[in-house]
């Protein structure tokens, strides 16, 4: 049986392909590296930090996280400050340029403090990513598509990784948050002809009853009624990032990061143990999900306000 994982490669660049080979190219650059039915697939931010968004969203497809310190600047500052509020696994790689204390002063009192660390060593990372993989899900199938094309005598195809359940061909799922009833007509994982994909590995899907240019990032592929679709958003308290000097609270205009859908949207109530959000266009969503709130245009310090949890 294959598996798969998927790995953000955030904070210094260049590390990501020395592990894999290249693929996709665009906000994002995937690599990829298959070994012994083992696949995994690298996401570097490629437009971070001139676009924020693109941080968000790697992190966001991630299983699992490496967070490379080559030296302690303010992209990579901004950096740490994010990874910090994302649940994601997180291995700190450290360059030799930055020293042990300087270290522990930029990760203290945050969760990275006590996050595993290791050299700069691209042999020895290689292996530890190859004994990773994602957390098998069950469950109704669960794809996030995070980019998609027309290809000829093929029709319109997305690429995602199945992050619940089994997807097989044939499947007819709908194309959350849109209405729409789709078929997969066929799928591959990592350019490979399959009848079903596993919780964990990446797909190409050819699918029935949508055009390429209706699809985007941020839509799943779910079964009917497995999800929600709805543009005010209700959760618990607004866990702030500590870094963030902003004064987004009741009344202010946002982003909201909701998995790989990034929209703009408002903060209708702020309160010590409840948010209310509302989204300029309706989001798929569902019970439980976390909610990055983010400030595209604070002056200084990092574009992250905090996070919230649906309820």
């Not at 691209?122 to 292996?127: D, G, S, V």
């Not at 093929?154 to 359940?165: D, E, I, K, M």
């Not at 987004?248 to 949207?265: C, F």
């Given at each position: 049986?294959?598996?798969g994982?998927?790995?953000?490669?955030v904070?210094?660049?260049?590390?990501?392909?020395?592990?894999?080979?290249?693929?996709?190219?665009?906000?994002?650059?995937l690599?990829?590296?298959?070994?012994?039915e083992h696949?995994?697939?690298?996401?570097e931010?490629?437009?971070?930090?001139?676009?924020?968004?693109?941080l968000?969203?790697?992190l966001?497809?991630a299983?699992?996280?490496?967070?490379?310190?080559?030296e302690?600047?303010?992209?990579?500052?901004?950096t740490?400050a994010?990874?910090?509020?994302v649940?994601?696994?997180?291995?700190?790689?450290?360059?030799?340029?930055?020293?042990?204390?300087?270290?522990?002063?930029a990760?203290?009192?945050?969760?990275?403090?006590?996050?595993?660390?290791?050299?700069?060593d691209?042999?020895?990372?290689?292996?530890?990513?190859?004994s990773?993989?994602?957390?098998a899900?069950?469950?109704p199938?669960?794809?996030?598509?995070d980019h998609?094309?027309?290809?000829?005598?093929?029709?319109?195809?997305?690429?995602?990784?199945?992050?619940?359940?089994?997807?097989?061909?044939?499947?007819?799922?709908?194309l959350w948050?849109t209405?729409?009833?789709?078929?997969?007509?066929?799928?591959?994982?990592?350019?490979i002809?399959r009848?079903?994909a596993?919780?964990?590995e990446?797909?190409?899907?050819a699918l029935?009853g949508?055009?390429a240019?209706?699809?985007?990032?941020?839509?799943?592929?779910?079964?009917?009624?497995?999800m929600?679709?709805?543009?005010?958003?209700e959760g618990?308290?607004?866990?702030?990032?500590?870094?963030?000097?902003g004064?987004?609270?009741?009344?202010?205009?946002?982003?909201?990061?909701?998995?790989?859908?990034?929209?703009?949207?408002s903060?209708?109530?702020?309160?010590p143990?409840?948010?209310?959000?509302?989204t300029?266009?309706?989001?798929v969503?569902?019970?439980?999900?976390?909610?990055?709130?983010?400030?595209?245009?604070?002056?200084?310090?990092?574009?992250?306000v905090?996070?919230?949890?649906l309820?």
């Open positions: 049986m294959t598996t994982v998927t790995v953000a490669v904070g210094g660049t260049g590390v990501a392909k020395e592990l894999g080979k290249k693929g996709t190219t665009s906000d994002l650059t690599f990829n590296e298959v070994h012994d696949a995994v697939t690298l996401v931010p490629t437009q971070f930090p001139e676009k924020f968004p693109p968000v969203t790697a966001a497809m299983d699992r996280a490496l967070l490379v310190v080559p302690l600047t303010r992209p990579v500052a901004e740490i994010t990874t910090e509020m649940d994601v696994p997180t291995t700190v790689v450290t360059g030799a340029a930055v020293g042990e204390a300087e270290l522990a002063r990760l203290r009192g945050g969760r990275l403090e006590s996050a595993e660390r290791r050299p700069l691209l042999p020895h990372l290689r292996e530890l990513i190859e990773w993989k994602a957390p899900l069950e469950g199938v669960e794809v996030p598509i998609a094309f027309p290809v000829k005598g093929v029709g319109a195809v997305a690429l995602g990784v199945v992050r619940r359940g089994t997807l097989r061909a044939h499947d007819k799922l709908r948050p209405p729409k009833l789709v078929e997969v007509r066929s799928l591959q994982v990592h350019d002809d009848k079903d596993a919780c964990g990446r797909v190409g899907v029935r949508v055009e240019d209706e699809l985007e990032r941020g839509q799943v592929l779910a079964p009917e009624g497995a929600r679709v709805a543009a005010r958003l618990g308290e607004l866990a702030r990032c500590r870094y963030y000097r004064d987004a609270g009741t009344g202010a205009r946002v982003h909201l990061g909701l998995g790989l859908q990034m929209v703009p949207g903060l209708d109530e702020v309160g143990d409840r948010v209310v959000a509302t300029d266009r309706p989001v969503s569902a019970p439980g999900t976390a909610v990055i709130v983010m400030d595209l245009s604070v002056p200084a310090g990092p574009r992250i905090g996070r919230f949890t309820a």
